[in-house]
């Protein structure tokens, strides 16, 4: 079986021969660890993990670079800077105050402090529909010709977009920052009524020439819309406001042909999953394990109906290879014989997982995925 075959199987709850090997990524900090340890320093390894990584055996799938961001974007602008830090304004209108000790190859040690978000209140959202004209040539890429070439013949899954692209939530916090976004469902509801039909005007509008164009096999939705202690978002107020937009993509998606749509969201999530499944969501991932996503009883409740990605604790396989093997052997044999799982960290690898840890974790999860 092909990659692709195997990924849609899997989705299906089919049985298959072997399962694909996929990790999201590892930050700055832990490559530069990783090299001294002895990594080779090159793009083999050193790179998007979603892209794979041939030296560490990790298989890299199809993203179509369909763009539903601003366009134009805000000019980014550095507000102020000093030794320590620097606040500035990007290209997305959010303004940030950065930590600039510590970064590595881009990654921060902390989360930037975010101050300041283009939407205030009715006016400024409006000012800023210009950005979001679904037309734009450059939405597509110039050589989308090229890729729907390559993609007739591919033996990999394809995504429509990229990861991180769009989602609801995602999108209203970018807009207007989680605090304020938290009460202007209430003070301004309609508001929020207008945005979310916004968006999924221009995101429908956006993406239909690649569902015309090209053949898909799973789309996602990209939220963190959650922390430890649950969802940032009530399920009444998600029921309201997000699942007429959910609906409308998603049978659209369907119509296209695409069956399998998943949701990324960090955090326990749990109380949302009943309302994305009534949406047509078929997959959730990467189920933090610090947050109570517990995969075993995730399957207990949903069966078949829900696919399943993610769920080994970083923080266990940062604990040396007694704690790696322990923490694969007690989830990856019920989970693959179920079916709808594919294993991956439940995030990307801290710098506190050291290379040998990295590398009998590959190998011991090797062993359950059996060989392409």
């Keep these: 079986m092909t990659h692709r075959e195997v990924f849609l199987r899997i989705n299906a709850f089919e049985p298959v021969d072997w399962v694909p090997n996929y990790e999201l990524g590892a930050w700055g900090q832990a490559f530069e660890r990783w090299i001294g340890e002895g990594m080779p320093d090159n793009p083999d390894y050193v790179r998007n993990w979603f892209d794979g990584a041939p030296g560490l055996g ?61 939407v205030t209140d009715r006016a400024s959202f409006r000012a800023l529909k210009h950005r979001y004209d679904p037309t734009t040539p450059e939405r597509y890429p110039a050589n989308w010709e090229e890729l729907k070439a390559e993609w007739a013949t591919r033996d990999y899954p394809l995504f429509l977009q990229w990861n991180g692209a769009f989602g609801f939530y995602s999108q209203l916090r970018s807009w207007v920052g989680t605090l304020p976004l938290t009460y202007l469902f209430y003070d301004d509801p309609a508001l929020i009524e207008e945005m979310v039909e916004f968006m999924t005007d221009f995101f429908l509008a956006t993406v239909e020439r690649a569902l015309q164009e090209v053949e898909f096999d799973c789309f996602n939705f990209f939220e963190d819309l959650a922390g430890k202690g649950g969802p940032l978002i009530s399920p009444d107020l998600f029921r309201k406001f997000l699942l007429p937009g959910y609906k409308r993509v ?20 749990s109380p949302l999953l009943p309302l994305w499944l009534e949406a047509g969501v078929t997959g959730h991932w990467p189920l933090e394990q610090a947050s109570g996503m517990d995969p075993l009883a995730l399957r207990k409740e949903y069966g078949k109906d829900l696919f399943l990605g993610g769920a080994i604790d970083k923080l266990e396989i940062a604990k040396g ?27 990307t690898f801290p710098p506190d997982i050291s290379y040998d840890s990295l590398l009998y974790y590959l190998e011991e999860k090797g062993k359950h995925l059996g060989s392409p």
Excluded at 250 to 269: C, H, P, Q, T
């Design 321 to 347: 290879r007694e704690a790696i093997k322990r923490e694969l052997d007690s989830k990856l044999p019920p989970l693959l014989e179920s079916g709808g799982y594919i294993p991956f960290l439940d995030h």
């Design 250 to 269: 998603i049978e659209r998606l369907n119509r296209a042909g695409i069956k399998y749509v998943w949701v990324d969201s960090d955090g326990d999530s």
């Design 58 to 118: 990790l298989m890299s799938r199809g993203f179509a670079p369909v763009n539903t961001g601003m366009m134009p974007g805000f000019e980014v602008e550095i507000l102020e800077e000093d030794e320590r830090y620097i606040i500035a304004r990007g290209g997305t209108g959010i303004v940030t105050k950065a930590l600039k000790e510590g970064t590595v190859r881009g990654t921060r040690w902390c989360m930037d402090e975010y101050i300041g978000f283009p």
